[in-house]
C-alpha cells in the first residue's frame, strides 16, 4: 500500500512569489492535515480537510491555504511569500475517526 | 488549549542499553490519544507507539513502551536495547478524538556504539 506522497520534495522561491504544494494521501484516507516545521517554532498546525471541507484551522495568516479534491488529495498555497515562510511541510492521512495520522516525507520549501 | 512539553532536548544512550525519553501534557480532556512518533534524518515521520486515554495498561510494540500517567499527565517512552538506527528527534503528540496533532518540541536521541 502507498504511503502518503508529497510532491515536490524540495522547492525555492524567492519573497512575494506564491506556492503550490500537493499531497496524495493513503488510498481509502479521507481526511488530509498539513503542518509546518520550522527549528525556531516546531511543527505547527496549518489545517485538516475531510471530504472536500476544511475541517479545522491553525493559527496561520490567509496567505496560508489549502483545498481538497474529491480523491481526497489535497494541496496546499502560500502566497506573497515570506523568508519566514521557509520550513519543511508536512502532510498528514487518516482515516476518518480518530487515533494516528500517517505523514509523507515532506516538501522543503526556500525562500529567498 | 492543549499543550506538550518535552524537557529533554537532547539525550544519548549507549548502543544495547535503555533510554526514557519524557513527556507531559496539559489536557481538560478525558477521551483522547498520545502518540511517539520518530523523524530521523530522512525526514519522515514514524509512528513509534500509540496510548488510547481510557487504556489502563500501557502500550508496548517490541522493544517500546510507555508509561502513562494519566493523572500526572505524562507520557514517557522507554527504548529498550537500543540500536544504532533508534538514532533520530522523537516526538510526543497529543490528538483528541479528532482534530489537529499537538507536538512536544522534540528530544534528539543520539545512540553511541
Known amino acids: 500500500k502507498a504511503g502518503v506522497t508529497q510532491t515536490p520534495r524540495y522547492l525555492i522561491k524567492t519573497r512575494g512569489q506564491q506556492v503550490t504544494l500537493s499531497c496524495s494521501p493513503i488510498s481509502g484516507h479521507r481526511s488530509v492535515s498539513w503542518y509546518q516545521q520550522t527549528p525556531g517554532q516546531g511543527l505547527q498546525f496549518l489545517f485538516e480537510y475531510f471530504s472536500e471541507t476544511q475541517r479545522n484551522k491553525g493559527n496561520f495568516p490567509g496567505r496560508f491555504s489549502g483545498r481538497q479534491f474529491s480523491n481526497s488529495r489535497s494541496e496546499m498555497n502560500v502566497s506573497t511569500l515570506e523568508l519566514g515562510d521557509s520550513a519543511l511541510y508536512l502532510c498528514?492521512?487518516?482515516?476518518?475517526?480518530?487515533?494516528?495520522?500517517?505523514f509523507g516525507e515532506g516538501s522543503r520549501l526556500t525562500v529567498l | 488549549a492543549q499543550t506538550v512539553t518535552q524537557s529533554q532536548p537532547e539525550m544519548s544512550v549507549q548502543e544495547a542499553e535503555t533510554v526514557t525519553l519524557s513527556c507531559t501534557y496539559d489536557t481538560s480532556e478525558s477521551d483522547y490519544y498520545l502518540f511517539w512518533y520518530k523523524q530521523p534524518p530522512s525526514r519522515q515521520m514514524i509512528l513509534v507507539i500509540r496510548q488510547e486515554a481510557y487504556k489502563q495498561q500501557n502500550a508496548t510494540e517490541n522493544r517500546f513502551s510507555v508509561n502513562f500517567q494519566k493523572a500526572a499527565k505524562s507520557f514517557s517512552l522507554k527504548i529498550s536495547d537500543s540500536q544504532l538506527g533508534d538514532a533520530a528527534m522523537y516526538f510526543c503528540a497529543y490528538r483528541r478524538s479528532y482534530g489537529k496533532l499537538t507536538f512536544g518540541q522534540g528530544t534528539i536521541l543520539t545512540v553511541h556504539p
Open positions: 498528514a492521512s487518516s482515516f476518518s475517526g480518530p487515533g494516528e495520522l500517517f
